[in-house]
């Protein structure tokens, strides 16, 4: 069992930057890293993912503005999100996955003020 805190989540102004962290309590070398999040009112979606090779995948309405990376050494994933729109204020939540295991942080708030 891998439990995942998240850390980094915040307020800031549209066009800020933010960087959240995920920290497991085990190690990750293996398994599948993602960010996702939840608006109020809207389902969770994907926001960015990276393999254990260190490919990466975004959502559309990402691509550009952020970007994730893992660091297997600190056990730890990082979204660095920039240029921050008010679109984008959710609950942000780490992912982890590996095989038939699916561990998730407990979230983060991003709030982006217009």
């Known amino acids: 069992q891998v439990q995942l805190v998240e850390s980094g989540g915040g307020l800031v102004q549209a066009g800020g930057s933010l960087r959240l962290s995920c920290a497991a309590s085990g190690s990750i070398f293996s398994i599948i890293m993602a960010w996702y999040r939840q608006a109020p009112g809207k389902q969770r979606e994907l926001v960015a993912a990276?393999?254990?090779?260190?490919?990466?995948n975004y959502a559309d309405s990402v691509k550009g503005r952020f970007t994730i990376s893992r660091d297997n050494d600190k056990n730890t994933v990082y979204l660095q999100m920039n240029s921050l729109k008010p679109e984008d204020t959710a609950v942000y939540y780490c992912?982890?996955?590996?095989?038939?295991?699916?561990?998730w942080g407990q979230g983060t708030q991003v709030t982006v003020s217009s």
């Open positions: 990276i393999g254990t090779g260190g490919s990466t």
């Open positions: 992912n982890g996955f590996s095989g038939p295991f699916d561990y």
